[in-house]
């Protein structure tokens, strides 16, 4: 099996800055593409960036320009730096990770349990 953690999440204000940060640990032989996800309340789970294994990255719209998306392999750790945050960014963030349990295993998709990120106004 294979867990995701999330940390990093918390209060900030208006034009501020957190960093989340996603462990994966388990049995990994190799992890994919990672990514961030999150739902605000009332709303779809909605995409907010990826990142391939060779470090090609894509983020939504909303988000272009303020959000960071990195990962360290070695580590099998996935980070979002988020500046100049706006209250529309409070929501729970997802972390997702593909991953391969060993090199003969079809790759499978896992989450984390989400932090919460609150931006006041």
């Known amino acids: 099996q294979v867990q995701l953690m999330e940390s990093g999440g918390g209060l900030v204000q208006a034009g501020g800055s957190l960093r989340l940060s996603c462990a994966a640990s388990?049995?990994?032989?190799?992890?994919?593409?990672m990514a961030w996800y999150r739902q605000a309340p009332g709303k779809q789970r909605e995409l907010v960036a990826t990142?391939?294994?060779?470090?090609?990255?894509n983020y939504a719209d909303s988000v272009k320009g303020r959000f960071t998306i990195s990962r360290d392999n070695a580590k099998n750790m996935v980070y979002l730096q988020m500046n100049s945050l706006k209250p529309e960014d409070t929501a729970v963030y997802y972390c997702n990770a593909g991953v391969k349990e060993t090199l003969y295993r079809a790759p499978r998709d896992y989450w984390g349990q989400g932090t919460q990120v609150f931006v006041s106004s």
């Open positions: 990142i391939t294994s060779d470090d090609s990255t």
């Open positions: 388990g049995r990994i032989f190799r992890v994919n593409a």
